[in-house]
């Protein structure tokens, strides 16, 4: 089973080089699809030698926002699984076969991540506890953290959600119900 890994990226030069080595040496059958999407620190010019095989690069010519990012990779993806990888550190990639392995067993159908909230600052904290109810009650889900990245499902689920939100609205918009 292959696992697509769409990367959003904007004014990464700092770290993106790092985060496709990482997300590359993850022992999975996988492909990498990068968007850049516009950046203006030397981004482009980073990706575009990380093009290979295993890494496909795409370019936004003009900002379009992280939801557009990902549709955007999305459109290209192969895999039949797909999951959504920040180009910074926040997260670990060697946490996806913990994620794909609820997918391959049947078990569910959209898996998502569960980062650590405590570094965040109080005011963060509070508007991420609240937007997570209200997408809870609006969607009749028991989510504990809404804005995670890590939002692994089926390729076919994905496309289903007939994405609209261009930005990081797109974060409660990626909710199946």
């Not at 078990?107 to 991540?113: E, I, S, W």
């Not at 496309?159 to 199946?176: G, K, M, Q, T, V």
Request: hydrophobic share 45%; proline share 5%; charged share 25%.
């Amino acid at each position: 089973m292959k696992l697509s890994i769409l990367m959003p990226a904007y004014n990464e030069a700092a770290t993106i080089s790092a985060v496709v080595e990482r997300v590359a040496a993850v022992p999975l059958d996988k492909e990498i699809i990068i968007v850049n999407d516009a950046s203006s620190d030397g981004t482009d010019r980073i990706v575009d030698r990380l093009a290979s095989p295993l890494v496909r690069v795409v370019h936004h010519p003009v900002n379009s926002g992280k939801g557009a990012a990902i549709c955007t990779a999305l459109d290209v993806a192969t895999g039949e699984v797909v999951v959504i990888q920040d180009a910074d550190f926040e997260y670990d990639p060697f946490d996806f076969p913990r994620l794909i392995a609820p997918l391959v067993d049947g078990q569910a159908d959209v898996v998502y991540g569960v980062r650590s909230l405590e570094s965040q600052k109080s005011y963060m904290l509070l508007g991420n506890r609240m937007v997570t109810w209200v997408a809870n009650m609006l969607y009749n889900q028991h989510l504990k953290d809404i804005e995670t990245c890590y939002k692994m499902m089926w390729r076919g689920t994905a496309c289903s959600l007939n994405l609209e939100c261009r930005r990081f609205d797109i974060e409660a918009e990626s909710l199946p119900n």
